[in-house]
C-alpha cells in the first residue's frame, strides 16, 4: 500500500526506490536525495539480531 503513495513521484514529486541493494543488505524504499531509508518490518523481526545489526549499520 505504501509503494502506490510514493511510487511515480505521487509523494510531492519526490523520487523513491523499491527493492535497492545496498552492500548486502536490500532496502525497502528509498529516497535517495534525502538519503531517507524506509524499511518495514513484520513482528518476526522485533528480536532479531541480523536485524539490529542492519539498524545500526544504518
Do not use: C
Not at 513484520?42 to 544504518?58: E, I, M, Y
Amino acid at each position: 500500500m505504501l509503494w502506490q503513495v510514493i511510487r511515480d513521484r505521487k509523494l510531492e514529486g519526490h523520487k523513491f526506490r523499491r527493492q535497492v541493494p545496498l552492500g548486502r543488505y536490500i532496502l525497502d524504499f528509498v529516497w535517495l536525495n534525502a538519503k531517507l531509508i524506509v524499511d518495514l518490518d513484520g513482528s518476526q523481526h522485533a528480536d532479531n539480531t541480523p536485524d539490529k545489526a542492519r539498524d545500526a549499520h544504518f
